[in-house]
């Protein structure tokens, strides 16, 4: 089945660039996202790439998918305080998945001032 | 319009009882997830509904969890029979769904079950 990794946790100091990463299993995934959520918070879009692109900027963040690796990362530059959260890397399949979402077990973010 | 909604947001019940957790979609999303976070811990699939289709239930940890989805709308998790183990965070999410389809999943506030 399918399976999506990451590192637990991520310490960065304020105003550095924060890199998560995120491996999966499942070559036939169209869409990779990241979700954010924040404390005592639901679960947000942050932003997400189409397979076929290998990398997608928006603001403070940048995705770089390697399809061959099947690794995808999630870049935040000047990293804030406000950016502690428990980032979640989640892939949609398509071929035996059926278009299901799998996240996985999320990266905690901390940032210190 | 209205988000995903869930209920309860709270559930306390005692070792053995059986629960239902309930989910209303948003209106018009075929897809709907059901997903469990334990303490500290990632989000576990438990099953997944799409339009008519079959569910995928891969992710239901034993028999004592089940769900079904009526009218293609509100879904339903029952836990029969609930261990402390079962204790976390139930969240649901809706999408439009389809596979191939990039389409935004969003989530409930999810139901705290603690089983004592």
């Known amino acids: 089945g399918e399976d999506v990794e990451q590192s637990l946790f991520l310490s960065v100091r304020e105003g550095d660039s924060s890199v998560i990463n995120c491996t999966y299993t499942?070559?036939?995934?169209?869409?990779l996202y990241w979700y954010k959520q924040e404390p005592g918070a639901g679960l947000q879009l942050l932003t997400y790439i189409f397979s076929n692109m290998d990398m997608k900027q928006d603001q403070r963040l940048t995705v770089l998918l390697n399809k061959k690796d099947k690794h995808l990362s999630l870049r935040i530059a000047d990293t804030q305080t406000g950016d502690s959260a428990i980032y979640f890397c989640a892939e949609r399949g398509y071929g035996g998945s059926q278009g299901n979402l799998i996240f996985g077990k999320g990266t905690k973010l901390s940032v210190k001032p | 319009g209205a988000g995903v909604s869930q209920s309860p947001s709270n559930k306390v019940t005692e070792k053995g009882k059986d629960v239902e957790l309930r989910c209303d979609p948003i209106?018009?999303?075929?897809?709907l997830y059901w997903y469990r976070q334990s303490l500290g811990q990632g989000l576990e699939f438990l099953i997944y509904f799409q339009g008519n289709s079959a569910p995928d239930k891969s992710g239901l940890p034993s028999d004592r969890f089940s769900a079904e989805r009526t009218g293609g709308s509100v879904s339903t998790l029952t836990i029969q029979r609930t261990q402390q183990e079962d204790s976390a965070v139930y969240l649901c999410a809706s999408s439009l769904g389809g596979p191939g389809r990039n389409t935004e999943a969003f989530f409930g506030q999810g139901t705290r079950l603690t089983v004592v």
């Open positions: 499942d070559s036939s995934s169209t869409y």
């Open positions: 209106s018009g999303h075929t897809a």
